[in-house]
């Protein structure tokens, strides 16, 4: 009987905080990689500076930043999760890793080091017809997911409960 107590406290805690699929939200998640031509590698960052920010962008550059929530040790997980705002101004987001090099806890122009790349989250407040730049297609109520490097299809956009793959390549150095 302790067991199954200690299971549900635990389950409860880990929905709680988005950690269980299907329980507190969709989420985006990826992993951090080094920039191609190994110039700046994860290992070297300062840590301590690296937050995670969803921010929102058009297609010619970024537009509104909404928050944000640290990122732990990306040395030792080189991976993150982030549980994604449940009703934020419509419009297209981007996942950016940021230095905090000022220490004012918020992203500020020029810190961005690492972002999601041709990956957008995109939140409509209804069925609609959106568009990117020149691309117009057609969006679901809720959190959609989009690849502008891929062709429009069934599957892109798209929604889930989970957005897979928002691989974070480091850009920049945080010293």
Request: some cysteine; hydrophobic content about 35%; glycine content about 12%.
């Amino acid at each position: 009987m302790k067991n199954r107590l200690w299971l549900l406290v635990v389950g409860g805690l880990l929905a709680g905080c988005g950690l269980l699929p299907g329980i507190g939200g969709p989420q985006v998640n990826g992993s951090f990689s080094d920039s191609p031509d190994g110039t700046y590698k994860w290992a070297n960052v300062n840590a301590g500076k690296v937050r995670l920010a969803l921010i929102g962008v058009t297609s010619s550059g970024i537009t509104s930043y909404n928050g944000q929530a640290e990122v732990k040790d990306v040395n030792v997980f080189r991976a993150y999760a982030l549980e994604l705002p449940s009703a934020p101004p419509a419009g297209a987001y981007r996942v950016y890793a940021y230095c905090d090099a000022n220490g004012s806890g918020s992203f500020d122009p020029g810190e961005d080091i690492a972002d999601s790349g041709s990956k957008l989250l995109i939140w409509a407040t209804a069925d609609s017809s959106f568009a990117f730049g020149s691309t117009r297609f057609d969006l679901k109520k809720g959190w959609n997911g989009y690849d502008s490097s891929q062709a429009l299809s069934s599957s892109n956009p798209y929604q889930g409960e989970n957005y897979n793959n928002y691989n974070l390549t480091l850009r920049a150095n945080c010293p």
